[in-house]
């Protein structure tokens, strides 16, 4: 008998623990559509058009009394949003790990960004600093958002499921960017027909992917549910506010040197894939001369590539490792983008072969990181070191586009400025290749799975 209630209790964790998982993967379904429909495709070329509407003669606008090339108010945009979300991670991260109450915070950042997603529906004319503010507002948002996402992973998957759990997510994220950017597709390509202007079917494209944000963020809030904290943090410790829990974050990662490692190896090569990710658009568009419907098909191959990369990578992490196949991406993106500086103007086919290098290997890069640091992280801290990976995921991708947007804004190339992010890709190859996975795990105090 009291095996029989052993195995039911069992089988009743690892039900509560998939509809978990299942209701997890739904905030990517949710999310994914910003990312692809409003930060990869439409806001870049439309917020530049927007600003070279409010340019002057010389081609500059002016936020603030600073001059800046109206081809670089998007990417500084950017940047300026990833620093915002800097200074707010930790302090969401901490007070989660304190509570134990993500949903709760997880709920107020999801909204946050789906509102300010939607009322860029009023983004026209020259209105170029509402844009950047409602980009501000909705990146960072959406990075503090995922910083509290990614930490259930450790709680709803044990070692040997993350893989596959995360690789799923992608994917679903994936499907979701594919399914609503065929929808905006036929919008935009058929605008005439809808009685709307090409304008109008921007902004209704961005205002719909809000829209789709918040209204499948109710499922990961329904099915998902927090865990009294486990931290073994002193009372000074627990009660740390301001600016000193950032700093004590960091001190606290200090005792986990190699987790730190990884970090510092995911922060520069993801930085340059956030930057591919949010200029390709702005590369397409402004120097290969590429209209907006070669875009989004380039994009949605992208995605539909990005769901099998993601779960073949996924496997090939089985079989080879986590940290093996990530570097192997590296290499890929690496190839990929050197070539993507040669590409010719006004030849979409080219691009449509680039942009399927790209769907390849983004998804499993991206997802075999998350999996991997998952191991990483000292148990009870999840949120906390979440934010420092999201940081480095989204949080501390500022220096990509910064460097996009000053390079082009001193040479006035477009390829010049693409270029420049090869860098990233080489230096985070030699860091990771650096860091002993197998004993960073262990140092962690979590178990060390059979391949990793």
């Known amino acids: 008998m009291g095996t029989d209630t052993v195995r039911t209790e069992a089988a009743d964790d690892a039900a509560g623990r998939r509809r978990e998982q299942r209701g997890w993967y739904f905030y990517d379904w949710a999310c994914s559509v910003y990312s692809t429909s409003v930060l990869t495709v439409f806001l870049g070329p439309y917020l530049t058009s927007v600003a070279e509407e409010a340019a002057d003669a010389e081609g500059f606008v002016h936020p603030l009394g600073i001059p800046v090339r109206a081809g670089s108010f ?20 901490a007070a989660a790990d304190r509570t134990g109450r993500k949903k709760p915070l997880l709920a107020a950042a999801a909204y946050l960004g789906a509102t300010a997603t939607t009322a860029m529906f009023f983004l026209d004319g020259d209105r170029y600093l509402l844009g950047g503010v409602l980009l501000i507002v909705a990146n960072a948002a959406q990075s503090v958002a995922m ?25 679903f994220g994936y499907a979701s960017g594919s399914l609503m950017l065929i929808v905006n597709l036929v919008l935009y390509l058929a605008h005439d027909s809808f009685g709307v202007s090409e304008g109008m079917a921007v902004r209704i494209c961005l205002a719909s992917a809000g829209l789709w944000w918040g209204g499948f963020a109710l499922i990961p809030l329904l099915r998902l549910r927090d865990r009294r904290s486990t931290s073994r943090r002193t009372e000074g410790e627990r009660t740390a506010m301001g600016f000193r829990q950032l700093a004590a974050t960091v001190r606290d990662m200090r005792r986990h040197p190699l987790t730190l490692a990884f970090l510092l190896a995911y922060l520069v090569y993801n930085d340059g894939i956030q930057t591919v990710i949010s200029q390709a658009s702005v ?27 993601a779960l073949a990578m996924g496997r090939l992490a089985r079989i080879y490792g986590a940290k093996r196949t990530i570097l192997g991406s590296l290499v890929a993106w690496t190839v990929t983008l050197a070539a993507g500086y040669f590409l010719p103007a006004g030849a979409p086919v080219w691009f449509f072969v680039l942009a399927a290098g790209i769907g390849l290997v983004l998804g499993g890069s991206q997802a075999l990181s998350r999996s991997l640091f998952s191991h990483l992280v000292p148990p009870g801290k999840e949120a906390e070191y979440f934010s420092a ?33 090869v860098a990233f890709f080489v230096i985070g190859f030699a860091l990771l290749a650096r860091v002993p996975v197998r004993r960073a795990i262990s140092d962690a105090g979590n178990q060390v799975p059979t391949t990793i």
């Open 74 to 93: 998007f990417a500084y945009s950017v940047s300026l949003s990833v620093i915002v979300a800097v200074l707010v991670m930790p302090l969401v991260g």
């Open 147 to 171: 910083m509290l996402y990614n930490s259930y992973l450790p709680q709803i998957a044990p070692p040997e499921e993350r893989d596959a759990v995360s690789s799923r997510g992608w994917a």
């Open 283 to 309: 590369y397409g568009s402004e120097e290969l001369g590429l209209g907006q419907s070669t875009l989004i098909g380039a994009v949605l191959l992208v995605q539909v590539l990005a769901v099998a990369g």
């Open 389 to 421: 990976y999201e940081m480095s995921d989204r949080g501390m991708s500022w220096l990509g586009p910064l460097l996009f947007g000053l390079t082009y804004q001193l040479t006035g190339s477009y390829r010049d400025a693409i270029i420049s992010l």
